[in-house]
């Protein structure tokens, strides 16, 4: 399989230094910005795999970015936050981010939230995919082969935590799912306890999905207890 290419945006050259080396030692391939709209031309023009942005930048904040490129790409995006920004979080989470990592962070941890992020984009790639593993819903279909869900026949723009977390509930149908669960199975380790990761995507998820984002039909809440999928 081809490397992975990772797009490290940080202006901060000795974190971006170790972070490339120990991504290379990893077998990824990886490009460096230490500029924020230098980053951002490199996101669109060089198809990266996944981007991990810092907030802080010369001439382009992170957030900027991460709403650029949204405009124009589903890539894998994580937020590189210093600890105090907590509320940065949420914002960049809003802005489409997949995931966060506050700084200052372990490389293994970094590394592991790399690859958790990276790994299934690949899998769209498969040829001659099982066409068993379409699911019909009323207007929607969920390719989880292609990694790819259509409401009536069109695409739906998903970010790989809206897709993933669609994927899992409609797998699931009707079983309720605590956020902390969610976490868990879905973003695939410790999440810190941060649940509202889980209710930003399921915002992002239902504004996509759903005919009317304030009155779902698909993703609903079970109040108090979390979300689950209904064939509506
Ligand atoms: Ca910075």
């Known amino acids: 399989m081809e490397a992975k290419k990772v797009l490290i945006i ?39 795999d996944l981007v991990l942005l810092d ?19 589903n890539v894998p995006i994580i937020i590189l936050t210093a600890k105090e920004e907590e509320v940065d979080k ?28 990276i790994r299934r984009t690949g899998m769209s790639d498969i040829v001659g995919a099982d066409p068993a593993n379409v699911k019909e819903f009323e207007s929607i279909t969920i390719d ?6 259509r409401k009536h026949g069109v695409p739906l723009e998903l970010t790989l935590r809206e897709f993933e977390l669609l994927k899992y ?28 990761t889980v209710d930003v995507t399921v915002r992002r998820l239902r504004e996509k999905l759903e005919d009317d984002s304030s009155d779902p039909k698909y993703v609903l809440t079970k109040r108090g207890v979390g979300y689950y999928f209904h064939r509506s």
């Not at 077998?27 to 990266?48: H, I, R, S």
């Not at 904040?61 to 124009?72: A, L, N, P, Q, V």
């Not at 989470?93 to 997949?98: F, K, N, R, S």
């Open 144 to 149: 989880t082969n292609r990694y790819e869900a």
């Open 90 to 117: 949420v914002l960049g989470l809003e802005l489409g981010a997949d995931d966060y990592i506050t700084k200052p962070f372990g490389l293994r941890e970094l590394i592991a939230r790399v690859k958790a992020n």
């Open 169 to 196: 509930l409609a797998e699931r149908e009707d079983k309720v799912y605590s956020r902390e669960q969610l976490l868990e199975d879905v973003w695939g380790y410790e999440y810190y306890g941060d649940i509202r």
């Open 10 to 48: 940080e202006d901060e050259k000795p974190i971006s230094d170790i972070v490339k080396f120990n991504l290379s030692k990893e077998g990824f391939e990886t490009e460096a910005a230490y500029d924020g709209g230098v980053g951002l031309e490199m996101a669109l023009k060089n198809d990266p």
């Open 55 to 73: 907030v802080m930048l010369p001439t382009m904040d992170g957030f900027e970015i991460c709403k650029r490129i949204r405009e124009k790409s």
